[in-house]
């Protein structure tokens, strides 16, 4: 019951920073609740055509992908109330990527992935969603940038849960992992927490990318 | 017999229109061929791999890329006279989209998808390659910005599918559902039908794509 | 053992070649890492999608994507050497493009491909990852633009491999179209041999990419 609330509390926010990148790109409906999807299940789908599950099961129990239209719509209609609540949404984001982080790599090694690939497939669940709606909007992925550490924690959460489910104690690994990734996401947003680029000389500074992907 | 004309005039429109992208862009031989093939082929691949048919049926067989590749060297030789060609293109690609639609969710429901994912993986096999095109090519998907309808007609028209399919005549739903998201995509190209976008005054006006992914 | 150490070689040359465009562009460690993964086993992954094999033997495994990862942390470390190591790093890289064409052709054919599909399997094998780093990094694809032929020389390799495999003579495909497609690609660089493109007035001057996705 709990993972479900949390699983579409996670869909929710990441569809709403889809939907208003699309908004703000001056994309009709459909481009803004195709970015909504993306970011919404994008990871997972991936995850699952790596896996061979197939069709995903994003698409075929049609749930998710409603939801991510829905708030889509809700996203496009009340665009100023949502980017106001820009901060909830982040820790809604926040909680849905260090869920995303965990199930991913649970779904992993149920469908015979080894440890290494679970640990990879589940930080690509976390990420991968908010990189395709980058890369569709035209925009240098945001957890690629030198922006707040976000795929580092999904990372973290991920391994975690696939260590410590290796000893035995699977519910555990989900909220440790979970709950480890949130957190620490929580406090890069907060502290501002960044990896390191490479040396400063070197980078190109030609292009900066015009639209925030978060939400405010 | 009709089917195999309308799915090759269908790849033939997208494959002038990625090769007329990859020329405008300044692209050599190779790449003009490859942006002819995503976008010729492209969604019918991504249906499959969605869908676990591996390899893909374009990729396994080999007329569809082939005619891709002929097609994108007429159109680089004769790139002048295509791009004059611009409408009948625009034609042609209406119908190829209106029956892509169609026989991609006629092709899911066959392997397993359930009516749902069949739905949206009719308008999948529609739209992806022309997003597709337009990433690579490094443009604003076109069928996701603010132009005249080219997705919702696709989306109709593979709804139409699986209902109709649903209720026992398939090949009406064929006809139908081609044929509603054919007329529909002319009428929004002649009366430049648009679906809404946000609010405009969130829109960040920063990148205006600089090359139309129209053929003319 | 002699093709272990050409496909680690090429896989480190490509992977270096992430990692530059990504310090280039201002990326953080994980952004670099990714583009250095993407670059290494993108191609690899993709033909491992499009051919069945679940997980991708470059996740299941857990040495190539390791190897990406520790050329990435490497080539930040030591960036300008890297850099000025540029000659080197296109020879091992067109060594590892031979190598893959052929090996990708050759694991196509062992699961099921057509002598079609694995011809093309075995070019995505060798050419897909690099466009990847570059859709991913938000630059013109190198490999389908005007440069030094890249793609060409992979498909030739390819082909190559399917028509000497086909007549019997499977190690034989393996080295004559691995190193016909080396040798090829290096005469580029050298001569700066190129396909053409479309007719120069049709040509779009907007973009021009500003960071060189080779190293060097």
């Known amino acids: 019951m709990i993972q479900h609330i949390v699983d579409y509390a996670g869909i929710t926010a990441l569809a709403a920073s889809g939907a208003v990148v699309g908004i703000r790109k001056g994309f009709d409906l459909f481009g803004i609740a195709t970015l909504a999807v993306l970011s919404g299940v994008g990871g997972g789908i991936l995850r699952d055509v790596l896996l061979d ?3 995903p099961s994003a698409l075929q129990r049609w749930p998710d992908v409603t939801l991510c239209v ?12 949502v980017i106001r609540l820009g ?6 984001d926040a909680l849905g990527m260090g869920f995303f982080a965990t199930s991913g790599a649970a779904i992993s090694v149920d469908h015979g992935a080894s440890w290494f690939a679970a640990a990879v497939l589940g930080m690509i669940s976390a990420v991968a969603g908010s990189i395709m709606r980058d890369v569709v909007a ?3 992925p945001m957890v690629m940038g030198p922006d707040d550490m976000y795929a580092a924690p999904a990372m973290l959460g991920s391994v975690l849960y ?22 620490l996401r929580l406090a890069a947003i907060t502290f501002h927490w960044r990896l390191p680029t490479g040396p400063r000389d070197l980078i190109a500074h030609v292009h900066r990318h015009p639209v925030s992907p978060h939400v405010g």
Chains 1, 2, 3 share one sequence.
Do not use: C, N
Request: aromatic content about 4%; cysteine-free; glycine content about 4%.
């Open 70 to 81: 829905v708030v889509s719509i809700v996203t496009t209609v009340f665009a100023k109330a």
């Open 53 to 55: 599950i197939d069709p």
């Open 138 to 140: 035209r925009d240098v």
């Open 162 to 183: 696939v260590v410590i489910d290796h000893a035995g104690a699977q519910w555990l690994a989900v909220v440790v992992g979970s709950l480890v990734a949130t957190l």
């Open 87 to 92: 901060r909830l949404v982040l820790v809604l």
